[in-house]
């Protein structure tokens, strides 16, 4: 079952009748006609206590005696059906901020990871009766979504390509939100959006894997390094060459040798003056 509208007319019509009604029957009273005087009286009473107030993003869902009658989602003051029930529910953008949650990746490495979820409710119906608190609801099936999703990829990607949880973060909060509307769907709640609020390995493991990538940062600068310097030797000897200086082998190893050494090195080269020959 879904939500519908429930019937209501406008409050201050409910207003209107309890001050005819209350006023005739005191009137009534006056003139000792106490039975129709104290009819008039109840039926004003009960009008007035039908009347209910909507605020602006607040819905009232209505039931009369366990039996679903409706939701009324328009602002204001309305008459609903005497003796009914009426609940409010709000329909304001809200926020949960999951606690630190410990999960393994999906290499087995322990990480700590915690999302912010932003939702709303779309359903009064699902959101009351087809589950007991559907902001507890939403609480633990946001937990288990962001378990579920963590576990999928790595914290990093070091050597092979795909993805990863601290470098694809906008792929994996898509995700996140796809997983978490299927679940919580149910609950007549609409996902607007969820992102990553924090994500790090354990404290057990932080210093190893902190070392593993300033290692592997390292090592992909001084690959760089090689090709930029390979690049320029290759240019150097194309360029004397094109202005006709021919080097033959040896000297060609000594003077790549020398570039290479220049320009890889991590301090500063100090050049070295051969005053002799080379052979």
Not at 102 to 113: L, Q, S, Y
Not at 216 to 238: C, E, F, K, P, T
């Given at each position: 079952?879904?939500?519908t509208?429930?019937?209501?007319?406008?409050g201050?019509?409910?207003?209107?009748?309890?001050?005819?009604?209350?006023?005739?029957?005191?009137?009534l009273?006056?003139?000792?006609?106490?039975?129709?005087?104290?009819?008039?009286?109840?039926?004003?009473?009960?009008?007035?206590?039908?009347?209910?107030?909507?605020?602006?993003?607040?819905?009232?869902?209505?039931?009369?005696?366990?039996?679903?009658?409706?939701?009324?989602?328009?602002?204001?003051?309305?008459?609903?059906?005497?003796?009914?029930?009426?609940?409010k529910?709000?329909?304001?953008?809200?926020?949960?901020?999951?606690?630190?949650?410990?999960?393994?990746?999906?290499?087995?490495?322990?990480?700590?990871?915690?999302?912010?979820?932003?939702?709303?409710?779309?359903?009064?119906?699902?959101?009351?009766?087809?589950?007991?608190?559907?902001?507890?609801?939403?609480?633990?099936?946001?937990?288990?979504?962001?378990?579920?999703?963590?576990?999928?990829?790595?914290?990093?990607?070091?050597?092979?390509?795909?993805y990863?949880?601290?470098?694809?973060?906008?792929?994996?909060?898509?995700?996140?939100?796809?997983?978490?509307?299927?679940?919580?769907?149910?609950?007549?709640?609409?996902?607007?959006?969820?992102?990553?609020?924090?994500?790090?390995?354990?404290?057990?493991?932080?210093?190893?894997?902190?070392?593993?990538?300033?290692?592997?940062?390292?090592?992909?600068?001084?690959?760089?390094?090689?090709?930029?310097?390979?690049?320029?030797?290759?240019?150097?000897?194309?360029?004397?060459?094109?202005?006709?200086?021919?080097?033959?082998?040896?000297?060609?190893?000594?003077?790549?040798?020398?570039?290479?050494?220049?320009?890889?090195?991590?301090?500063?080269?100090?050049?070295?003056?051969?005053?002799?020959?080379?052979?």
């Amino acid at each position: 079952m879904k939500e519908t509208n429930a019937w209501s007319l406008n409050g201050f019509l409910g207003l209107l009748l309890f001050i005819i009604g209350g006023g005739i029957g005191v009137f009534l009273l006056t003139q000792e006609r106490i039975m129709p005087g104290i009819i008039l009286i109840i039926l004003g009473l009960i009008f007035v206590s039908t009347i209910t107030a909507v605020n602006p993003n607040e819905a009232s869902v209505i039931t009369f005696f366990g039996s679903y009658l409706g939701t009324i989602r328009k602002s204001g003051l309305w008459l609903i059906v005497p003796f009914s029930t009426r609940k409010k529910i709000s329909l304001r953008v809200r926020n949960f901020n999951s606690v630190k949650l410990k999960v393994n990746d999906i290499e087995g490495n322990p990480i700590e990871i915690a999302a912010v979820i932003v939702f709303k409710v779309v359903d009064t119906y699902k959101a009351l009766f087809d589950v007991d608190s559907y902001e507890k609801f939403v609480e633990i099936q946001s937990e288990t979504a962001l378990r579920h999703v963590a576990s999928k990829y790595p914290y990093d990607r070091f050597e092979s390509e795909g993805y990863s949880l601290r470098g694809n973060a906008d792929e994996v909060a898509a995700e996140l939100s796809l997983e978490l509307q299927q679940r919580l769907s149910v609950a007549g709640v609409e996902v607007i959006e969820s992102r990553l609020t924090h994500l790090a390995y354990s404290t057990e493991i932080a210093s190893s894997m902190l070392q593993r990538q300033q290692a592997s940062a390292i090592l992909s600068a001084r690959q760089i390094i090689v090709d930029g310097a390979v690049g320029m030797v290759q240019l150097a000897i194309a360029r004397l060459e094109s202005e006709g200086l021919h080097l033959d082998e040896e000297r060609k190893a000594a003077m790549i040798n020398n570039l290479l050494v220049a320009i890889v090195s991590d301090r500063s080269a100090s050049p070295v003056i051969n005053t002799g020959s080379l052979y």
